[in-house]
């Protein structure tokens, strides 16, 4: 029992130092960026910096649950692509109420998902190849079923005001902040809450630190998994939801390359690749990480080329620091 209460207090400890070097690190970028332009520390440029967060903070809070679980979801992406092309359809093709035409989208994430669990916990297929086919199947299906081509939401009064509008900004008039920063906090909190205070988070922790003997101890793996995929995909139909009202449009060749940004987000805020660690706030702090290194090399007029070799540096080095704290474990 002893033994017990000191690997918790251990977990416990190990946990808030992944938060507190996110934290740390996030401080330092702006101190750096702040100081190396006086635009970058501008109400603008943060509330810029946050409203780009919004969408790749979605997908990785979604990335979140599957990778503690010890899998992968590659289809995170397309997936989204999908979500914005099946809402653009329900509300502008068969003319649905927007309400239900973003239930549909985000329905759409969900099911992808489930299909995800399916394969990989029915079939055995592994995550990677799983949601790899996963991935060319939503790619495909959005190009055809928007005919390639991108559909608008021009004769859709209010739609765009999902992201973009700000509800703060009517209550405390020049504090604008867009609704899709709001969402993305809100949703952070609801899948915090997800995951440390229900059975959906016990059992994605438990997966995640031996699968083996929590099917031995008589849990369903299997059913867990598929609900763990789930959760993911409507977290996913959610973020193509944010991005379709955000650019006033449902871009079909959209998507490819948001998993990449996803998963980095989660690997920087302390989730272990190898299952069974990971919190929320730190999959938001490393959401946060990745919107404001970009931008402020951006800033700093460091070319796109370079920001691309600096954000894959600055994954290794996640990647690295979770190895070294496993072997520390």
């Not at 002893?2 to 690190?25: D, H, I, R, Y």
């Not at 943060?46 to 919004?54: D, Q």
């Not at 999902?162 to 209550?171: E, F, H, N, P, Q």
């Amino acid at each position: 029992m002893k033994e017990t209460s000191v690997k918790k207090s251990m977990a416990f400890n190990s946990a808030f130092l992944q938060q507190f070097l996110a934290f740390g690190s996030l401080i330092l970028l702006i101190v750096f960026f702040s100081l190396s332009s006086s635009n970058f520390f501008q109400f603008s440029n943060i509330i810029g910096i946050l409203l780009s967060t919004a969408v790749i903070g979605v997908l990785a809070l979604g990335s979140t649950f599957v990778i503690i679980t010890g899998g992968i979801d590659l289809s995170v992406g397309t997936v989204m692509t999908l979500s914005a092309v099946m809402t653009g359809v329900f509300i502008t093709v068969w003319g649905m109420p927007v309400p239900l035409g973003i239930l549909g989208g985000i329905m759409t994430g969900a099911l992808c998902g489930l299909l995800s669990g399916a394969a990989v916990a029915r079939m055995k297929i592994p995550p990677f190849i799983a949601t790899l086919a996963m991935m060319m199947i939503a790619k495909g299906l959005a190009l055809i079923i928007s005919g390639t081509k991108p559909i608008y939401f021009t004769n859709t009064p209010g739609f765009s005001d999902i992201s973009l509008g700000s509800l703060i900004g009517k209550v405390i008039p020049g504090f604008t902040i867009p609704n899709a920063v709001l969402i993305f906090f809100l949703t952070a909190i609801i899948g915090s809450i997800i995951l440390s205070k229900t059975i959906i988070g016990r059992m994605n922790f438990a997966i995640g630190s031996n699968e083996e003997a929590t099917r031995l101890s008589g849990v369903n793996v299997n059913y867990w998994k598929i609900v763990i995929y789930t959760i993911t995909g409507t977290f996913t139909g959610l973020a193509g939801v944010l991005m379709a009202s955000r650019l006033n449009s449902a871009q079909p060749a959209l998507g490819m390359g948001y998993e990449l940004e996803a998963i980095a987000a989660v690997v920087i805020g302390g989730t272990s690749l190898s299952g069974g660690k990971g919190t929320i706030v730190g999959t938001v702090i490393g959401a946060l990480i990745m919107s404001v290194l970009t931008n402020g090399l951006r800033i700093m007029s460091v070319p796109q080329e370079w920001q691309t070799v600096v954000v894959g540096f600055v994954i290794i080095l996640a990647v690295y620091a979770d190895i070294l704290r496993r072997r520390k474990a």
